[in-house]
């Protein structure tokens, strides 16, 4: 299903709007399903406000919501140089060998191979770069748990004194899904679920299923070119079990509504060239989805608000149309909803059938 396309919305700052700083969302809402939730049925003009618990009442009870399951590992380390400087490591991911990581090192200018970065009570060591990534390791005996923190986005702000704010985010930046360790941030849409919320829409009849994306540092990448279609996402690993698809197939087969949990899920199933039963899927996907992309098996998005001319924003613009999008921006900024990872949310719902 196509929304929109055309060359105006090719444009970056068709994408673009004014975001008060202050509704930047720095810490998470008091309980996990205490977000407030704008829902829209798709493609259409016109909303509703409401909490995140309307959730209920909004679905007819035979939708099949698919979540990602991925977990966000402690990704960032703090370190010194022997010399005495400070520097930071942000682990990207496993390295091929299986026991060493890919990394980036910043301030990187004077780094070199073979140089010994002190971590927390570990010391590691910097192998060969890749780009604009480093190879490092440290000891097998010593997990990332141990000597890593949660990596929080950018616009999230934390000081280095509040360790009692470092365990809440530990806890908080993972969805009650996470069972999969590999992304380096969070599939913020699952992170308004809580089990007694999961538990109600299940005995409304609502179905669910994971896969999973590993969440890369990409997500934040901005676009950088006015014409959307020079952009492309970098690439992100992704899986889907056997049970899932068998599952995904059934929903299908029954008309029943298919419903993205986040972006990251929606693009996992784009990314299959159909919901056909089958072994499980292991790959990557760098689809970029722009105007004029036809939608083929997802009829619902449940999304954060996003940042003004991302990536993200775009996809859901192309889900729901640019003008219905922008149209619940300026209500969510107006009514001061919260933004991003820690933010609000909106519903996109399937249309009538």
């Not at 060591?125 to 929080?152: A, F, K, M, N, Q």
Request: charged share 25%; proline share 7%; net charge negative.
């Amino acid at each position: 299903m196509e929304i929109e396309s055309g060359e105006n919305h090719h444009s970056l700052s068709r994408y673009d709007f004014d975001l008060p700083e202050s509704l930047i969302a720095q810490e998470p809402a008091s309980n996990r399903s205490g977000s407030r939730c704008i829902f829209a049925e798709r493609g259409l003009p016109g909303h509703q406000s409401g909490h995140f618990t309307d959730l209920i009442q909004q679905l007819n009870g035979d939708e099949l919501l698919v979540y990602n399951d991925t977990r966000v590992i402690p990704a960032r380390i703090h370190g010194n140089r022997s010399t005495g400087g400070k520097v930071e490591i942000f682990i990207l991911r496993p390295a091929r060998d299986g026991h060493s990581w890919i990394a980036w090192i910043s301030p990187s200018k004077r780094i070199k191979p073979g140089e010994v970065i002190f971590g927390p009570d570990v010391e590691i060591t910097v192998h060969e770069r890749e780009g604009s990534s480093w190879r490092i390791e440290w000891p097998s005996d010593i997990s990332l748990e141990e000597i890593g923190e949660v990596p929080l986005p950018p616009y999230i702000r934390r000081d280095v004194d509040q360790p009692d704010r470092s365990e809440l985010d530990r806890e908080r930046y993972q969805t009650v899904f996470a069972k999969t360790p590999g992304a380096v941030a969070a599939p913020t849409a699952g992170l308004h679920f809580d089990e007694t919320l999961l538990d109600q829409l299940k005995a409304r009849g609502v179905e669910r299923c994971p896969v999973t994306l590993h969440v890369g540092p990409g997500t934040f990448k901005p676009i950088e070119s006015e014409d959307l279609r020079d952009h492309k996402v970098d690439p992100e690993w992704f899986s889907i079990s056997r049970e899932s698809r068998q599952t995904l197939h059934e929903a299908q087969q029954q008309g029943r509504p298919i419903i993205a949990v986040g972006t990251t899920s929606l693009r996992v199933l784009e990314t299959l060239e159909d919901l056909s039963p089958g072994e499980e899927i292991v790959g990557e996907t760098d689809l970029t989805i722009l105007p004029g992309y036809q939608f083929r098996h997802v009829d619902g998005l449940l999304t954060n608000f996003h940042l003004p001319g991302s990536s993200l924003l775009v996809l859901v613009s192309c889900f729901h149309g640019v003008e219905n999008t922008l149209e619940i921006y300026r209500y969510a900024i107006e009514n001061e909803f919260r933004f991003y990872s820690y933010g609000d949310c909106m519903l996109i719902k399937p249309g009538s059938h």
